[in-house]
């Protein structure tokens, strides 16, 4: 094929897009409301995902140690925290840090706890957080089994809500995705069906003046790929502008704990790339392979 | 030119529509094709443009055995014919010079060659002034012009005109297979398929008659009725 040919297809298939302009605006509208669907359902997911995250960076162990262990000991017990591997921040809490923050608790009727002052009923402890909540006990019994410790207390029950709730919204979640992926594909194709049979006609002239079926399917690629092209683009623009817009409204229309929430919320511009890369692959993917799956079945004259 | 033998075409729901033909057309001959509706031509046309492979027999066209015919190769093989249909099969949404460009662009030609050759043809089918018409704003028998234009850039040595004539108004049907008549002159084989007995009538050409699926009769209007 001479280079001005190949020119010329790739104009054509830029041009058929504006000849059938109806078409290309209903495929265009389908693929922008598919891609859009599968967006916020993936944004859905990661924020619950990101919500979760952060409820379980907000776990506390306490480690209570024996009474009189020595000092060479409590740096032996630090020494074997840090090793593990699912903790992070070991703080360690002196017998007297701990009596001192326990009274401050107190407000008003700290004075009444005064004579404990010299008599401290309080053990040393160690503070820690872990990492992965759904190993908890396997860390907790690793722990308890130290030569020192006492008791441990841990928020086991929480720990198994969020294991379970993780588990959920990432199953939940992804099953959603695929079942909208699924429906997608079946919209889309019927979409660049009906596309291609409006224009079997056109195809089977181009047949009979002898033109090869490269020659056929190369303007349905390239019309393939620019709508699936400016679908992406413009699914992607219009999902960041919503979801910039719901951030924004739900920072400024939300008091107490929720406030919170929406600060752990995903920014939108930490997965802008990734999420643009598959909105685009997704689109010119399906935009081409589409096309050239259906008019080959016009091919046959 | 094109050459049947002993050619059947049976197709999957039982119809017979071509039984053992053989007939044989020259190279610069002008043949009408008549026929009621369904005793075979329709399928005489598709066969010759591999549209279609017969059951039994060989079929030579340009020297060529179209029945043996790989899938891409036929491109290239009807690259050397011109056809015209009943309906004109024009691209809807492409001007005239456009729908005639087309042929010469689906086969490779340069676009100094098709600036050169399209307005050239247009003024052989008299639609010189046309050429950035649509072909919904020009009249049917304007529109055939069109596609007999289509089918002559090529310069095929071979144009198939499949009832070029019977969508559009009898006075210009005259002019139509006329302008057939000029082409004819300059060398190319004509094959056109009609059922307008009166428009056959007016030249002295020869006329193979088919019904039922078989040559009933050959000849020129002269003899024509004296075979039968």
């Avoid at chain 1, 993936?42 to 009474?67: R, W």
């Avoid at chain 1, 032996?76 to 017998?95: G, P, T, W, Y």
């Avoid at chain 2, 082409?183 to 009538?201: A, F, P, Q, R, Y």
Wanted: net charge negative; with cysteine; proline share 2%.
């Amino acid at each position: 094929m001479r280079g001005s040919s190949f020119g010329y297809l790739l104009r054509e298939g830029a041009r058929n897009i504006y000849a059938n302009r109806l078409m290309s605006l209903a495929s265009i509208g389908v693929l922008i409301a598919c891609l859009l669907l599968v967006g916020s359902s993936i944004l859905f997911t990661l924020n619950v995902n990101s919500l979760v995250g952060y409820v379980e960076s907000q776990n506390e162990v306490v480690i209570f140690l024996a009474d009189g262990a020595e000092s060479d000991l409590i740096d032996d017990i630090d020494r074997q925290l840090q090793a593990i591997e699912n903790i992070d921040d070991v703080v360690f809490i002196s017998k007297e840090q701990g009596l001192e923050e326990w009274i401050d608790s107190m407000d008003n009727a700290s004075g009444l706890f005064d004579g404990l002052y010299s008599d401290n009923i309080l053990p040393n402890s160690f503070r820690v957080k872990i990492k992965d909540l759904s190993q908890i006990d396997q860390t907790i019994a690793q722990i308890d089994s130290m030569n020192g410790v006492d008791s441990v207390s841990a928020p086991i029950e929480v720990a198994q809500t969020v294991t379970s709730l993780k588990q959920a919204v990432n199953t939940g979640g992804s099953a959603m995705v695929l079942l909208l992926v699924i429906v997608a594909a079946v919209i889309i194709a019927n979409t660049i069906k009906i596309t291609v049979f409006n224009r079997r006609k056109e195809i089977s002239i181009m047949k009979f003046v002898g033109a090869t079926d490269t020659f056929i399917r190369l303007p349905f690629i390239v019309e393939g790929f620019l709508l699936g092209l400016i679908s992406a683009m413009v699914a992607f623009g219009l999902l960041w502008g919503g979801y910039t817009a719901l951030l924004s409204w739900l920072t400024d229309n939300t008091a107490g704990w929720f406030t919170m929430a929406v600060e752990h919320m995903v920014v939108f511009k930490d997965i802008a790339l990734p999420l643009f890369g598959s909105f685009a692959a997704a689109g010119i993917g399906i935009g081409t392979l589409g096309s050239m799956l259906f008019v080959r079945k016009y091919l046959k004259v | 030119m094109i050459k049947f033998t002993h050619v059947s075409k049976k197709y999957d729901n039982g119809t017979m529509a071509l039984n053992d033909v053989s007939l044989h057309i020259d190279k610069g001959e002008f043949v009408f094709i008549v026929g009621s509706s369904g005793a075979g031509k329709s399928t005489l046309m598709r066969l010759i443009l591999r549209e279609d492979v017969p059951t039994s027999g060989k079929i030579e066209v340009n020297g060529c055995n179209v029945g043996a015919l790989k899938r891409r190769e036929i491109p290239y093989f009807r690259r050397s014919l011109g056809v015209v249909f009943q309906d004109f099969r024009l691209i809807p949404n492409m001007s005239v010079y456009d729908n005639v460009a087309f042929a010469l662009r689906v086969t490779n030609v340069s676009n100094k060659d098709i600036r050169r050759r399209v307005p050239y043809i247009l003024s052989l089918v008299g639609l010189q002034g046309k050429a950035r018409s649509m072909p919904d704003q020009i009249s049917g028998g304007e529109q055939q012009r069109v596609a007999l234009a289509r089918a002559l850039v090529n310069n095929p040595s071979l144009i198939i005109a499949d009832e070029p004539t019977g969508n559009i108004d009898p006075e210009l049907s005259y002019e139509i297979v006329d302008l057939l008549n000029e082409i004819n002159k300059c060398g190319t084989t004509i094959v056109m398929v009609t059922h307008e007995h009166d428009l056959v009538s007016q030249f002295d050409h020869r006329i193979v008659q088919i019904e039922h699926g078989q040559v009933v009769a050959d000849g020129r209007i002269g003899g024509h009725h004296a075979r039968k």
